[in-house]
Each structure stands twice: as structure tokens, then as C-alpha cells.
């Protein structure tokens, strides 16, 4: 980093000095942007303002749980950007849940949604509740008392959250019902939600499906193909399974997938009609991966260590990494034994799921690494779809969408493929991502004047 972006940097830390997480996405795009800054010197304030969030509400979510008992939770919007469209992006349930994870998430966001193409600014929000083991109605108490404050916050036109980690369709479809009945009108303000009131074909399978189609392309820049190569792939929430079945589709073999708990790994392959069995595990009936482990033959389950970075998924030989998990769930030395067995492809799922020392080991070993906010935006981009969708009152084939979503996809390889070939740093994805979601955003800003 130079001097000029140093100074930027500096100023983001000195301000809010307990943020690490919103530390290393801000250090990344900046990183990026050294370059543009040299060739527009007139975009050094724009810089200096996108680092700062346009608005942060936080509030208190009260909720009783089944036995009586009182508990308080924190919840959060982050309303990071809206210079080329409303704010957009995911509420986040989960313990870990605090402000410097949603500002990483929402600052990811402002460009990731930028480089869908689509109208939509960046935003995220959630709460530290954890609705693991929670029943039915203890989430829809939850959800309701989270609703009866972001209600007003919101709105189709001002800004439009989403699912994440923790947050599904039952948790959507609670939410929805809550604005709903405070706002009095029935509008697009979610996406993500059910099939019957609204929700777009298509958009559970987004990011996953789009995710190996970025995949696709990337590989296909070094004549390569899923055709056969083994894939590891972490997580086992929505955007793993479906990335998972994607990678079916294309001929590859899916050999592991995780949980919190831990990870298995099944050197037949996952095929259709495991993760069939997998989807009615962790959808319907909310069990563990390890599960999966007791059910079929030949698959070794190991257990989380209490470093979860060190949990031994990353150690299996495979030709293609996917993870879907969660921040920072490879690092340097988990990067090094993926290189070391001779890894061609890593592309990120889940949000920032590579530490700065795993992109850089991928890097300097010349393995396509795809960031997350080029390859894991299929999901906020169907969002998008759905937004179109419930403003024309219409509501599009299966077929439909997923034309538009691979179209998408393969259009945001391009962009990040040729504007990192511009700026000097050819198959460097992570420049070609910040820097092309960047430009969109700066336009807008410098246009309006800095508001
Ligand atoms: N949480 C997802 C993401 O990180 C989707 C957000 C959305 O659909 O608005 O992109």
C-alpha cells in the first residue's frame, strides 16, 4: 500500500481501533485501488468516504423463550452505500454476530453489488442471537421483536435485506409476515422469500450455482474443468449444497462438507442421492454432518478442534477448494497444504472465507483464486432478480432465472478478468473485483456530489 492509501487506512483504524474484521476488507480493496488512485487522483475522496458507513442503526431485540425465561439480544443494519441503488444485503444470525463483522459484510457488499450489474447498493445486518437448537416458535418470537424495530428502517425503495447465515426461508417468511402487518402494504422489502408470496425461482440455488459457474470460467481461462476433479467443499447450509449439486452437474466429485461440529469426508463422492439425503438432514430436520457419517459407509467424520481454523478439512488432496462456511476459515497454513497438494482452483462461497495470508500463498503459487464478492455473488444478484420481479408483479420461469444468473456470473468473470489484465495484474481476480466494483460506485458518488 502507498502513503496516500496508508493515510486512509490509518484514519479507519484510529476510528473505530476494535473492528479487525472490517480492518482486513478495508486493507484488501484498498490494497486494490492503489493504481486507479495513481491514474484518477480526483477519486481520492471518494475513497475516503467509502470507508464510512452512511448510517448504522443498532438496537435491542427483548424475546421469551419457550420456558418463560426473558432474554435480550443486540440487532444491527449496517447501511453502508446506496450511490448506485437501495441499500442490499443479508441479515446475519449467529453468537459472533457484532458491528465490525456486519461493516466487513456490508463494505464486501457495496462492491459485490456493484459488480452484479444491478441497481443496488450495500447493506447487512443481524443480531448475536443464536437460533441454533431454538424451536419454531422461539425463532418466530425472535424474529417478530427484531422486525418490530427494523420495520422502520427499511422499505423496497430504501433498503432491501436478505437471508445469510442463520437466516433461511422460515426465518424470511417471519420477518416478511412482521413488516407486513407494521407497515401495512404488501411490498418487495425481503428477498428470499417462499414461492407463494413472492419469492423468486431459483433464488435458494444462487449462490452455490453461481459460485461453480464463476468456477467454471476461471478454470476454463487455463483449459481446465470440474470434468472430473475432485472438490472440497466446506459448510453444509445453502450455499454448500447447492454448490454441491452444481459441481455434480458439471462432472466433478464433491468429497467433504462441514459443520461447526465438524467435517466429513467421503472419497466415493457425494452423489445426488446423498445430498439428497443431506438437504432433508440440515434443512428439515436440523441435524449434524456427523450424522451423515453414522448413515453411510465409508465416510470418516473428524471432529472441530478447538482452533477451528486447524480442523483438517483443508489437509484432504483435491484438485478444487470451495469454501462455504464463514470468515477466515482458511488460513496460511491451510492455503500451504492445499498448495502442496497441488491445488488448481480456489473460489470463496462464503464471505472472505481466505485470510490475507491464504490469498497471498494461493497467489504466489499461481492457483486461480476467485474473492467472494466476484464468485459468492450470484445470491445478492438473484435477490436483485426477485426485486425486479416483485416490482413488475411478475414472477419468471425457473429456466428464466437461472439464464439471467449464469449470464450475470459469467459477465462479472469478464469484468474482474479484463480489468485486472488493464491495471497491469493479469489473473489477479482480487484487484479486477474491487477495482471494477469500485469504479461503478465512484462514478455515482463523484456525480452526486459528496452526500
Ligand atoms: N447474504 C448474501 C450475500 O452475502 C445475500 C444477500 C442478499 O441476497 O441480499 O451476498
Known amino acids: 500500500m502507498d502513503s496516500t492509501m496508508k493515510s486512509v487506512y490509518d484514519s479507519v483504524i484510529a476510528r473505530d481501533p476494535n473492528q479487525p474484521e472490517f480492518h482486513q476488507a478495508v486493507e484488501e480493496v484498498l490494497d486494490s485501488l492503489v493504481p486507479v488512485i495513481q491514474a484518477h487522483p480526483e477519486y481520492l475522496q471518494v475513497v475516503r468516504a467509502i470507508v464510512e458507513a452512511e448510517r448504522i442503526i443498532q438496537f435491542r431485540v427483548p424475546w421469551y423463550d419457550d420456558n418463560g425465561d426473558f432474554h435480550v439480544n443486540r440487532g444491527f443494519r449496517i447501511q453502508f452505500n446506496s450511490a448506485i441503488g437501495p441499500y442490499k444485503g443479508g441479515l446475519r444470525f449467529h453468537p459472533s454476530v457484532n458491528q465490525s463483522i456486519l461493516k466487513f459484510l456490508a463494505f464486501e457488499q457495496v462492491f459485490k453489488n456493484s459488480l452484479t450489474g444491478l441497481p443496488m447498493g450495500g447493506?447487512?445486518?443481524?443480531?448475536?442471537?443464536?437460533?441454533?437448537g431454538k424451536s419454531d416458535g422461539e425463532v418466530m418470537r425472535f424474529c417478530q421483536s427484531f422486525m418490530m424495530e427494523l420495520w422502520r428502517h427499511i422499505g423496497a425503495d430504501l433498503d432491501v435485506p436478505a437471508g445469510d447465515i442463520g437466516v433461511g426461508g422460515r426465518e424470511i417468511g417471519y420477518l416478511f409476515g412482521m413488516y407486513k402487518k407494521l407497515a401495512n402494504e404488501f411490498t418487495g422489502v425481503l428477498t428470499g422469500k417462499g414461492r407463494s408470496y413472492g419469492g423468486s425461482l431459483i433464488r435458494p440455488q444462487a449462490t452455490g450455482y453461481g459460485l461453480v459457474y464463476f468456477a467454471r470460467e476461471m478454470l476454463a481461462t487455463k483449459d481446465k474443468s470440474f470434468e472430473g476433479a475432485t472438490v472440497a467443499i466446506s459448510g453444509s447450509g445453502n450455499v454448500a449444497q447447492f454448490a454441491c449439486e452444481k459441481v455434480i452437474d458439471l462432472g466433478g466429485k464433491p468429497v467433504t462438507l462441514s459443520d461447526s461440529s465438524g467435517f466429513i469426508h467421503d472419497p466415493a463422492g457425494i452423489d445426488r442421492e446423498k445430498l439428497a439425503w443431506i438437504m432433508d438432514l440440515?434443512?428439515?430436520?436440523?441435524?449434524?454432518?456427523?450424522?451423515?457419517?453414522?448413515?453411510?459407509?465409508?465416510?470418516?467424520?473428524?471432529?472441530?478442534?478447538?482452533?477451528?481454523?486447524?480442523?483438517?478439512?483443508?489437509?484432504?488432496?483435491?484438485?478444487?477448494?470451495?469454501?462455504?462456511?464463514?470468515?477466515?476459515e482458511i488460513n496460511g497454513e491451510e492455503a500451504q497444504m492445499l498448495v502442496d497438494n497441488e491445488v488448481t482452483a480456489v473460489a470463496e462461497g462464503a464471505?472472505?472465507?481466505?485470510?490475507?495470508?491464504?490469498?497471498?500463498?494461493?497467489?504466489?503459487?499461481?492457483?486461480?483464486?476467485?474473492?467472494?464478492?466476484?464468485?459468492n455473488a450470484g445470491g445478492v444478484a438473484t435477490s436483485g432478480l426477485e426485486m425486479s420481479q416483485n416490482s413488475l408483479?411478475?414472477?419468471?420461469?425457473?429456466?428464466?432465472?437461472?439464464?439471467k444468473l449464469e449470464a450475470i456470473m459469467v459477465n462479472i468473470h469478464k469484468n474482474a478478468f479484463e480489468t485486472a489484465e488493464k491495471y497491469g495484474m493479469p489473473g489477479n481476480y482480487v484487484a479486477g473485483a474491487n477495482i471494477a466494483g469500485f469504479l461503478k460506485v465512484a462514478e455515482a458518488m463523484q456525480a452526486q456530489g459528496m452526500v
Open 123 to 132: 447493506g447487512k445486518g443481524g443480531s448475536d442471537f443464536d437460533p441454533k
Open 282 to 328: 440440515k434443512n428439515n430436520r436440523r441435524g449434524r454432518i456427523k450424522e451423515f457419517a453414522d448413515h453411510f459407509d465409508g465416510v470418516e467424520y473428524t471432529a472441530s478442534k478447538p482452533e477451528p481454523n486447524l480442523n483438517g478439512l483443508w489437509g484432504v488432496n483435491v484438485d478444487i477448494a470451495l469454501p462455504c462456511a464463514t470468515q477466515n
Open 351 to 375: 464471505n472472505m472465507p481466505c485470510t490475507p495470508e491464504a490469498v497471498e500463498c494461493f497467489q504466489a503459487n499461481g492457483v486461480l483464486f476467485a474473492p467472494g464478492k466476484a464468485s
Open 393 to 403: 408483479r411478475m414472477s419468471w420461469t425457473r429456466e428464466e432465472v437461472d439464464q
